[in-house]
């Protein structure tokens, strides 16, 4: 599967952003879809994931209940919306997919074999 991300921007502290992801080829309801971020100089650090069904969805503790990952399968796309951002969420974005992963490992990159190209997000005042 191939996949694109896109939607990031420059936002100040308090606002949101959506960022999309589209599957080019594949269909994405096939996958577990997955947020990944990075910033400069640290690794790239687990932020969120949603089951086949988008029933299942997981979040990394620094933005659980602010950030939410959903899916539209119709339109073959995953969504990451942002709220309540901080300058600490500033970084690279990066969608994932992987047809089987265990939740235990959905937060290492490894685990993580597609991967779209980073979607810049800014946030600062």
């Known amino acids: 599967v191939q996949l694109q991300a896109f939607g990031g921007g420059s936002v100040e502290p308090g606002g949101s952003l959506r960022l999309s992801c589209a599957g080019s080829?594949?269909?994405?309801?096939?996958?577990?879809m997955g947020w990944f971020r990075q910033a400069p100089g640290k690794e790239r650090e687990f932020v969120a994931a949603?089951?086949?069904?988008?029933?299942?969805?997981y979040y990394s503790d620094p933005v659980a209940g602010r950030f939410t990952i959903s899916r539209d399968s119709a339109k073959n796309m995953v969504y990451l919306q942002m709220n309540t951002l901080k300058p600490e969420d500033t970084a690279v974005y990066y969608c994932?997919?992987?047809?089987?992963?265990?939740?235990?490992?959905?937060?290492?990159?490894?685990?993580?074999?597609?991967w779209g190209q980073g979607t810049q997000v800014t946030v600062s005042s």
């Open positions: 949603v089951g086949w069904g988008a029933e299942e969805v």
């Open positions: 080829t594949g269909t994405l309801s096939n996958y577990v």
């Open positions: 994932a997919a992987s047809s089987y992963i265990l939740w235990d490992s959905a937060r290492k990159s490894s685990a993580w074999p597609y």
